[in-house]
């Protein structure tokens, strides 16, 4: 036990030493806090999100901080059998339910299900969401996905984040690894061990999506992996957007 304490406390301290661990420096204590963050988190449909990143999340929430999740889309295109209208309905309900077991207030933006779209008009949308919530710290997809929909989340995000000069801190989640999520490679870690439970039960209020088959996808040996690699039971790993000076993006 000793030994394998230590090594933990090694991995944590070589992952500090690699700036591996600004996020969870908003995360430092499960204590209540003085600053209240606003964090913010931009999904292509109801699920993603939780799958995502639902464990971080729900730990800002616990720790004190203002979560929102703005879902792109209702989910419109989600379930066989079900009209658009009524496929949205459901998955309206299933979001509501999941963001009330993390703590966190559900937006939607307003796009379809399989046919988002990137313009001027959709980023000047997003934009005013973020800037109604005035967010400290936003997550979203990683732009080099599978999905379309989960791609025009990141860009519109992207290109939110740039227009506000870097106003707020972008983070980026992986959802289903190799088959979604390409070529992800995480800059900061969030050990969920102790919301990890409460991310399960938020994604499985997503019953329409079939939540045992999203672990299945990889979400549970993800979680497992990135806590091998941060030296703890479970973790979720992210890409920071590292910054920008004078109006331009450093990466």
Not at 13 to 35: E, H, I, Q, R
Not at 112 to 139: H, R, S
Not at 191 to 220: F, M, N, V, W
Request: hydrophobic share 35%.
């Amino acid at each position: 036990m000793k030994n394998e304490s230590s090594r933990r406390r090694f991995v944590k301290n070589a992952a500090a030493g690699l700036g591996f661990l600004s996020l969870p420096n908003f995360l430092a204590a499960n204590t209540k806090v003085d600053k209240k963050l606003k964090v913010v988190c931009v999904g292509g449909h109801p699920d993603d999100p939780e799958s995502g990143c639902g464990g971080t999340l729900a730990r800002f929430a616990t720790t004190g901080h203002a979560v929102t999740i703005i879902y792109l889309t209702r989910g419109e295109a989600g379930i066989p059998g079900k009209s658009h209208r009524e496929a949205a309905d459901i998955r309206t309900r299933e979001s509501v339910e999941a963001c009330k077991i993390l703590n966190i207030k559900p937006v939607f933006a307003g796009q379809t299900d399989g046919d988002t779209v990137i313009n001027n008009e959709w980023v000047k949308k997003l934009e005013q969401l973020l800037e109604d919530e005035k967010p400290d710290i936003v997550f979203t997809h990683w732009p080099v996905d599978s999905h379309k929909d989960h791609q025009v989340a990141s860009l519109l995000t992207i290109q939110c984040w740039i227009r506000a000069a870097g106003k707020f801190d972008l983070y980026f989640f992986e959802v289903c690894t190799g088959e979604q999520t390409m070529i992800f490679k995480p800059t900061d870690y969030v050990d969920i061990s102790d919301t990890q439970e409460q991310k399960r039960k938020a994604l499985y209020c997503h019953i329409s999506q079939d939540p045992p088959g999203i672990y299945q996808c990889g979400h549970a040996a993800m979680e497992d992996f990135r806590g091998r690699e941060l030296g703890v039971k479970a973790a979720e790993g992210f890409v920071r957007m590292t910054g920008m000076k004078n109006g331009n993006i450093i990466i």
